[in-house]
């Protein structure tokens, strides 16, 4: 992303993925933004992005089943001067039912944020279950 001239920023992004046959694959993505008006002590907001996950197609007899494990780490994203660290934790399961052309899929994400202010945040816990039906 190139910076528009009236918002004084730039930004360079970037994800790559691979698929073995053995089913192993993975993730990565990282951007980075170059901000032109940075407070004093503000560091450039920067994230980088990394998943592992393995296809089975043989465990179980209804369709192939996908696991994954991904973690993050945010710096900077919503305020540039005050130190952000954000970190997000995600384990994923996604199980096809072949014969019905329908994907199961449940997941966990665990998001953590600190910054320097004197404001201690909660960890957030997210469960995700549902369906999807192709047709």
């Known amino acids: 992303a190139w910076f528009n ?16 046959s053995t089913g192993l694959n993975f993730t ?4 980075s933004k170059d901000v032109d008006d940075m407070p004093a002590n503000g560091d450039d907001p920067t994230f980088i992005y ?3 996950g393995y296809i089975a197609d043989q465990l179980c007899p209804v ?4 696991i994954s494990v991904d973690y993050g780490m945010y710096n900077n994203a919503a ?13 994923q399961l ?17 998001l953590s944020l600190e910054d320097d202010t ?9 469960i995700t ?7």
């Open 63 to 66: 369709g192939s089943t996908a």
């Open 94 to 110: 996604v199980q096809e039912l072949a014969a019905w052309s329908t994907d199961l899929y449940a997941g966990y994400r665990l």
């Open 118 to 126: 004197a404001i201690e945040y909660e960890d957030i816990s997210i």
């Open 28 to 31: 990565i993505a990282a951007s």
């Open 129 to 135: 279950a549902g369906a999807r039906f192709s047709f």
């Open 79 to 91: 305020a540039l001067d005050i130190g952000q660290e954000a970190v997000g934790f995600g384990v």
């Open 50 to 52: 990394g998943k592992i």
């Open 5 to 20: 001239a009236d918002e004084g920023w730039s930004q360079i992004s970037g994800s790559a993925s691979v698929l073995f």
